[in-house]
């Protein structure tokens, strides 16, 4: 889960940096005092580009948390694996057979 959330986080700061440059992005590019269309021209462009950073950003933060998710994985699953095995394994002679099955079903200690 915190894998998810440093990435949630992460994306969520990208956003929140496009957005500010896209506020503070005025419409006089060039600095001369008038709005013409070269500088909309230009503001579009600069947007353009900064969206694109950002969606490579978010798509870079999106595929290192799939690697990070799948490294994870085999070992959670072998914890949990351990963890119903030790519950299951009733008798704890490190094997899980069909008495301990029926022991676990049933609440009870086998013979």
Do not use: Q
Request: glycine share 6%.
């Amino acid at each position: 889960m915190e894998i998810i959330t440093a990435t949630i986080a992460a994306i969520v700061a990208i956003l929140g940096g496009l957005f500010y440059k896209l506020r503070n992005t005025g419409p006089d590019v060039n600095g001369d005092g008038k709005i013409n269309l070269e500088d909309a021209k230009a503001a579009v462009s600069k947007l353009k580009t900064e969206a694109s950073v950002a969606a490579t950003a978010v798509k870079s933060e999106v595929s290192n948390a799939k690697t990070a998710l799948k490294s994870e994985a085999p070992n959670k699953i072998a914890k949990v694996t351990e963890k119903a095995k030790s519950v299951a394994d009733v008798n704890k002679d490190g094997k899980v057979d069909l008495a301990d099955v029926v022991a676990v079903a049933t609440k009870r200690k086998k013979k």
